[in-house]
């Protein structure tokens, strides 16, 4: 649901295309009235929003308890799930569907044949295929060119 919304608002509605235009160019978002520092801290402070309610969530319904190792690399695979969908929310509601089935399959597979192998490869499993993903995806994303760039008014 959240990433339709997302979708929507990035895609349809002028935050949207103050965030993209800023992502791509802030001189030029600066030069229509857009103030891309303004802009940049509201994107990080809304993704931090929701990466928070990520982790509220997994310490309230999926595990219900809190433990120190819970995330287990999560952040990571985020972080390749970006450049795998290529900055496109409805291809990272794809790869986190894969991602969840690859992880749930390894618990079906620990289960199926237990004995015959160790357990850390089956926990293995979902991280390897995402790296591999991300191998494979990383060299047609397209990145947004003002990515990791610092923006200082006025300079070009």
């Known amino acids: 649901?959240?990433?339709?919304?997302m979708a929507y608002i990035i895609f349809r509605t002028p935050v949207g295309l103050a965030i993209r235009m800023t992502g791509e160019n802030p001189h030029a978002a600066e030069a229509?009235?857009?103030?891309?520092?303004?802009?940049?801290?509201?994107?990080v402070i809304a993704g931090s929003a929701l990466m928070g309610m990520g982790g509220a969530f997994l310490t309230?319904?999926?595990f219900n308890s809190f433990f120190p190792t819970m995330v287990q690399g999560r952040g990571w695979i985020c972080i390749a799930l970006v450049v795998f969908a290529s900055w496109r929310p409805g291809r990272a509601l794809f790869g986190a569907l894969l991602f969840a089935f690859f992880d749930a399959f390894q618990l079906r597979l620990q289960t199926a044949l237990s004995g015959l192998l160790p357990y850390q490869l089956f926990l293995m499993t979902p991280y390897i295929l995402s790296i591999a993903a991300l191998a494979v995806m990383a060299r047609r994303a397209r990145v947004p060119q003002a990515l990791m760039q610092p923006y200082r008014r006025g300079e070009r």
């Open 32 to 43: 229509q009235g857009v103030n891309p520092m303004k802009v940049r801290y509201g994107a």
């Open 60 to 62: 309230l319904s999926a």
């Open 1 to 5: 649901m959240i990433a339709l919304l």
